[in-house]
């Protein structure tokens, strides 16, 4: 993770004349209702992709169909980057900066249990299982928004002052095991290697109220670390537990201890911190007890310093419980998302392009999201915005609207236009009337 951003003074000398600004302004006159228009088609594609699922690294009709949507608007088109990711480049009429955009395109191995006419009935293998497909993230929407973004600046892109590159990125929920996958694929492969974009946006569905806005400058969403513990100890009948070392015991030991860590052990006043354990694997029959047990799960953080103490601590507190009943504990983590943070500077820049966008649903403030986000790994290279759109049915209570990852999630549709006009005005401002940000 980068260090801490502070606030940024923004400084436009050509802004200051009027004319970038007024230029924006015509060309977002001209977006409104060409987003409307695009937004039946948005819809069709959405509903295509919730009822054509696919998982990470695998998602081979999906990426066809996007590469083949952005070859007809006449794109440059790369595909087969991280796998089945896309990349397509659209050049304005006029030269200047280059601005990202990115949906990520990945389903999740749950099954669907909303009442659709277009409901996932798609299964697939998964850690060796066969499970049902479901985007119970909303990755389809983000997807589906962002081809009706490349439509409408297509439509206009006589008017642009530089290009925009909308990148639809694999994996973002993980690559299998033993695989590579994601946003750190894509650019390991070189997705900025030829030309980095002067910054990069993106918008995710959750169940806030329908088409809000919702955002912060610096840490949005945590770091996510996985870790997986395995405690050895001696094989023996469960008649006679004297005769081994229990990993069982151990592990009902351990479990307890590491909870304690985060509430006890860390200062969470300075940033949040959770651990949680998803995973306990261990043993064959019911009177035997087995000779390892593993544990596997989770860490969020959001302070650099704090993420290295909770690790420590953890594989600290694991070798010594495990070693205090004769058994051993081998700890290990993975890093699999920085934090997700936001430039301070281009955040405040970006404010009244999201009030635009926003229209009468609005824009608010957000509290950091313990869920954790790969774009933050475009932002460790070029300075990026990620924020919320809000999709929950109206006149429903948000409480009782089921969250992303549930089997009944589910995305008011409408709601969609507000994202898709997040996006072409982020896009428009920007080549516009960039700001400087150092």
């Known amino acids: 993770m980068r260090g801490r951003l502070t606030s940024l003074a923004i400084a436009c000398a050509a802004c200051c ?17 060409a987003i409307s228009a695009v937004m039946p088609q948005v819809i069709s594609w959405r509903r295509d992709l919730h009822q054509h699922p696919e998982l990470s690294n695998r998602e081979k009709r ?7 949507e952005l070859k007809k608007l006449g794109l440059e088109v790369q595909t087969g980057i991280a796998h089945t990711g896309v990349v397509g480049l659209l050049k304005g009429g006029k030269p200047g900066k280059l601005v990202a955009l990115r949906a990520d395109m990945d389903a999740l191995p749950v099954k669907e ?12 293998e998964f850690n060796g299982q066969q499970v049902g497909v479901m985007h119970a993230c909303g990755h389809d929407a983000h997807v589906a928004m962002l081809l009706g973004t490349a439509t409408v600046l297509t439509k206009m892109k006589a008017q642009l002052s530089g290009d925009v ?72 009948h469960g008649s006679s537990p004297w005769r081994g070392i229990d990993p069982v015991a151990v592990t009902g030991q351990l479990i307890t201890a590491l909870h304690q860590i985060p509430a006890r052990q860390l200062d969470v006043t300075q940033a949040p911190a959770v651990m949680s354990i998803g995973q306990v694997h261990g043993g064959v029959r019911w009177n035997i007890i087995p000779d390892e047990v593993k544990l596997g799960g989770t860490i969020r953080t959001f302070d650099p310093v704090m993420r290295e103490q909770l690790i420590q601590k953890m594989q600290h507190t694991s070798e010594h419980i495990a070693a205090a ?5 081998h700890f290990h983590s993975q890093s699999f998302a920085a934090v997700t943070w936001n430039h301070a500077g281009l955040t405040e820049w970006a404010m009244p392009s999201l009030n635009w966008a926003g229209a009468k649903a609005g824009v608010s403030p957000i509290k950091p999201i313990t869920a954790s986000e790969d774009f933050s790994f475009f932002q460790q290279e070029v300075p990026g915005v990620f924020l919320f759109l809000g999709i929950a049915e ?36 920007f080549l516009a009337q960039a700001p400087v940000l150092k």
């Open 62 to 68: 999906t990426s066809a169909m996007v590469a083949a």
């Open 113 to 124: 249990q909303v009442d659709l006419p277009f409901a996932s009935k798609a299964v697939a």
């Open 394 to 429: 109206p006149g429903q209570p948000i409480e009782k609207t089921a969250p992303n990852h549930s089997p009944f999630f589910r995305v008011y549709e409408p709601a969609m236009e507000n994202g898709v006009r997040a996006m072409a005005g982020l896009a428009v401002d």
């Open 325 to 329: 009943s004769g058994a051993t504990a």
């Open 17 to 33: 004349a009027g004319l970038p600004a007024a230029q924006a302004a015509d060309i977002k006159t001209d977006l409104t209702p």
């Open 165 to 236: 590159m909308f990148i639809f990125q694999p994996a973002e929920e993980g690559p299998p095991p033993g695989e590579d996958g994601g946003a750190k694929l894509m650019l390991k492969e070189g997705i900025f290697a030829k030309r980095k974009p002067d910054a990069i946006f993106g918008v995710h569905v959750w169940p806030g109220p329908a088409g809000q806005l919702q955002v912060k400058p610096e840490g949005i969403m945590a770091a996510a670390d996985s870790f997986e513990i395995t405690v050895k100890g001696v094989q023996v």
